[in-house]
């Protein structure tokens, strides 16, 4: 009996895997389909014209780099404090755990609810108005959450040995979180902000108020100007475009360059990643 319930919990197990494969093969297929028929040099390197049914997204890619860059710019140090603070200096306060469930209770709030936040507090009352600034500020937010999990768990795999072999050489509490504890726990960390990276790049919700812009063919020069991004020009190219049967491909392709993007960062994740873990094995 013992056996076949192994047996049948192995077999499900195989079976959810292969279900979560297949599904990311379709996906990848379907949009590679559908999306290489229109990528080109032209499609990469070159703004869009006639409405947008033709020319490239390079506008887009840029706008997508700049606010992907200034959320992990914004958010990576905060994080990284706060995963110290809770690891580290508050693990007997009572008030821990409260703030634990307010960060898990941020990762859950819709990214449409972060939109209309950055709205209200980026765009209109602090003044900073549609611009990469107040789009960056609201993903950095958005991501919080996904960085200070990576580096909570990060910061408590490293063994307490550690700890106490600075502690005991004569280093403070601080010295040895700095010079100890993050440099052993960076590959987890780094981890994270590259997941914050792609989360970022593929949000359409928190900029389509806070940061982007239909149509653009000159690129942002200040962090006050408004800029196109890729998820948002998919989605305008699909509700809002005249002529679906020229710019349907183009969204396609626009897909494509995104997933692309997304998957060329988390495998440059991986390998420095793997490299760092190589080159301090403990």
């Not at 020069?221 to 809002?240: C, G, K, Q, R, W």
């Not at 396609?252 to 793997?274: D, E």
Request: net charge positive.
């Amino acid at each position: 009996m013992r056996k076949t319930k192994e047996t049948i919990g192995l077999l499900l197990v195989r079976l959810s895997v292969l279900v979560v494969l297949l599904s990311l093969f379709a996906i990848l297929i379907f949009v590679i389909l559908n999306g290489v028929k229109v990528i080109d040099l032209e499609f990469l390197t070159q703004p869009p014209r006639a409405g947008m049914t033709k020319g490239g997204i390079f506008p887009a890619i840029i706008g997508t780099f700049c606010l992907s860059i200034g959320a992990i710019v914004f958010s990576l140090p905060l994080g990284v404090l706060s995963a110290i603070y809770l690891t580290e200096y508050s693990r007997q306060r009572k008030w821990a755990g409260a703030i634990k469930v307010g960060v898990n209770a941020l990762a859950g709030v819709p990214s449409v609810v972060f939109g209309l936040f950055g709205l209200a507090v980026f765009v209109k009352f602090f003044g900073f108005g549609v611009s990469i600034l107040s789009g960056a500020l609201t993903l950095g937010i958005l991501i919080l959450p996904i960085i200070i999990r990576a580096s909570e768990e990060s910061i408590i795999a490293v063994p307490n040995k550690f700890r106490e072999a600075s502690l005991a050489l004569g280093a403070n509490k601080w010295q040895t979180v700095w010079k100890v504890v993050l440099p052993t726990a960076l590959p987890g960390i780094l981890t994270g902000a590259i997941l914050g990276i792609g989360r970022a790049a593929g949000e359409t919700a928190p900029i389509l108020f806070t940061a982007a812009t239909f149509y653009q063919r000159k690129l942002p020069n200040s962090l006050f100007d408004e800029v196109m991004a890729l998820p948002y020009h998919i989605y305008a190219l699909m509700t809002e475009g005249t002529k679906r049967d020229l710019q349907v491909p183009i969204a396609y392709g626009t897909a494509l360059v995104l997933l692309l993007l997304v998957l060329g960062i988390n495998l440059m994740a991986i390998i420095i990643r793997t490299r760092i873990r190589r080159a301090k094995k403990w």
